[in-house]
């Protein structure tokens, strides 16, 4: 195999290699793996096909991203060839129109893509869905949304402050990647729910804000738990629900509350349903602040006039993705999407199929 990546000559040290790069603006700011032509190579051999097919173009310079160029941002980031499916299908994920990659890249909006997931391959590669499934500690989630980000960096040049103008921005940034806890659901899995068979591998990307924690020891009931999850999605800066049609957020329940509200006889749809019906705002504080004049919502909602009126906060119940992840405590997270760009998930091709 010919690699058609170019050669650079540098002194042959780690030190060397990474001021080299950090000097070039290729990283992320933290050290590399150097992508030796053999490296590169050893990741390659984990997929089929033509290195230089392309996955897509990513924004904001809507370079080319070719399975070779992804493979040599894999390698920079620490991957093992083995998670190189889960990377490819990714980016092809975020390459979908319906995405909307561009928005994401380019807003002052903190969003970063997550990466969700499900099916044979989190066990195959070690992938983190239990304890601390959203912090550090486990390679493979670290270095897969690692080399996303690479790969939003260097072929399609969101720079903070240059292409990427988020204004804050946040530590999803960096790496963004759990999967679901299937074995402590008492619901089917989020890629079975959209579509898939359940023996698929899986990933789903969703333009999010950071996690926010949703703290709850004290109840023992499926409507208690499920009416404070409800109060930490309608707040007022929350971008979601500003503009509707697009707006969804992912709740990640912790295996201990999921057990509760199943205990109570609910179903996922029921607990989309719930939440849906119960996270609302009346007309009066949607006027107070926020993104009021922003709004693009669907036509019965612009006819209300009753300041009482209670709004939901996204268009339909299925725009609330509901999956179970985490390890043990009653801890949950909800996480408001850009608004503009929709939910995506790819099937993860494997070698061999």
């Known amino acids: 195999m010919i690699l058609r990546s170019s050669r650079v000559e540098v002194e042959d040290s780690l030190e060397a290699v990474n001021a080299f790069y950090h000097g070039r603006r290729w990283t992320d700011g933290l050290p590399i793996v150097p992508p030796t032509e053999a490296r590169v190579l050893a990741m390659l051999e984990a997929v089929a096909g033509d290195p230089d097919r392309s996955v897509g173009q990513i924004p904001p310079s809507w370079c080319e991203a070719t399975v070779e160029k992804v493979a040599v941002n894999a390698v920079m980031a620490g991957c ?71 790969v939003l960096l260097n072929v399609g040049g969101a720079w903070p402050g240059e292409g990427d103008m988020a204004t804050q921005g946040q530590p999803g940034k960096y790496s963004y990647v759990i ?54 999605l309608q707040t007022l800066g929350s971008n979601a629900k500003w503009i509707l049609r697009d707006s969804s957020f ?45 709004h693009d919502w669907p036509r019965w909602m612009q006819a209300v006039t009753d300041p009482e009126a209670r709004l939901p906060v996204v268009e339909h119940p299925e725009a609330i993705v509901a999956l179970v ?29």
């Open 179 to 232: 999967a679901e806890n299937e074995a402590q659901s008492p619901w089917e899995p989020l890629h079975v729910e959209r579509g898939f068979a359940r023996g698929d591998s899986v990933v789903t990307v969703f333009g999010g804000e950071g996690p926010h924690n949703v703290n709850d020891h004290v109840s023992r009931t499926a409507g208690g738990l499920l009416g404070g999850i409800a109060q930490a």
């Open 325 to 353: 992840t985490g390890g043990p405590g009653k801890h949950s997270s909800v996480i408001p999407n850009f608004s503009i760009g929709r939910t995506v998930s790819r099937r993860i091709v494997l070698p061999g199929e």
């Open 250 to 294: 992912v709740v990640a329940l912790g295996p201990e509350h999921a057990a509760t509200i199943a205990a109570d006889g609910l179903g996922k749809a029921d607990v989309q349903r719930f939440l849906y019906e119960t996270a609302r705002l009346p007309l009066r504080e949607l006027q107070r602040g926020g993104m009021w004049t922003m």
């Open 80 to 150: 093992e060839p083995a998670y190189l499916p889960v990377v490819l299908a990714a980016v092809e994920a975020l390459c979908d129109p319906a995405f909307n990659l561009y928005g994401i890249q380019a807003t002052t909006h903190p969003a970063a893509p997550l990466l969700i997931v499900n099916g044979p391959i989190v066990g195959r590669i070690g992938l983190n869905c239990g304890s601390g499934v959203f912090g550090p500690g486990w390679r493979a989630n670290a270095t897969i949304g690692r080399a996303i980000r690479l």
